[in-house]
C-alpha cells in the first residue's frame, strides 16, 4: 500500500514529498557549489604580472598593501606594530603558520620590503608573494 492512499469517496489522504525533498537537495547543491565560488570581498589591488608563478596552496593569513601604502591582515586595516604583534601570536599558536603578501604593483620596493622584514621578525617562515599571471 502506498503512501498515497485514496478512499473510497475519492479524497487523497497522504501526501508524496519525494518531489520536494529531490528538488530542496538539487537546491542544497547548486547553493554548495555556488559558495565556492564566491571570494570575500577584495581589496582593490594592482599586482604586478610573472610569467611564470605558482598560487599558493591554502594559506591561512593574508596581508595585503594597497595603493595608498595601507596594510591589511585577513582585510582588517593595520599598522606594522599591530601586524608583528598579530603574527607573533598567530607563530606561537601555529608554527608551521603559512601567509601570501599581496602588494599594490605602484608601491616603493622600500614598503613592500619592510612589511616583509616585519612578516620575518614575528616568525612567519612560509611567506609567499602574490601576482597575476
Known sequence: MSSNSIDDEGTVTG???????????????????????????????????????????????SVSIDDKGEVFLKKSKTDLASLKAALTQEVAENPGVRLT???????????????LDVIKQAGVEHVALVADK
Open 101 to 115: 603578501l599581496a602588494a599594490d604593483s605602484k608601491l616603493p620596493y622600500q614598503q613592500v620590503m619592510s612589511t
Open 15 to 61: 501526501i508524496n514529498v519525494t518531489p520536494m525533498v529531490d528538488i530542496m537537495l538539487v537546491l542544497l547543491i547548486i547553493f554548495m557549489v555556488a559558495g565556492t565560488f564566491v571570494s570575500e570581498a577584495s581589496l582593490k589591488i594592482n599586482l604586478p604580472k610573472t610569467e611564470t608563478g605558482d598560487t599558493p596552496a591554502a594559506p591561512t593569513l
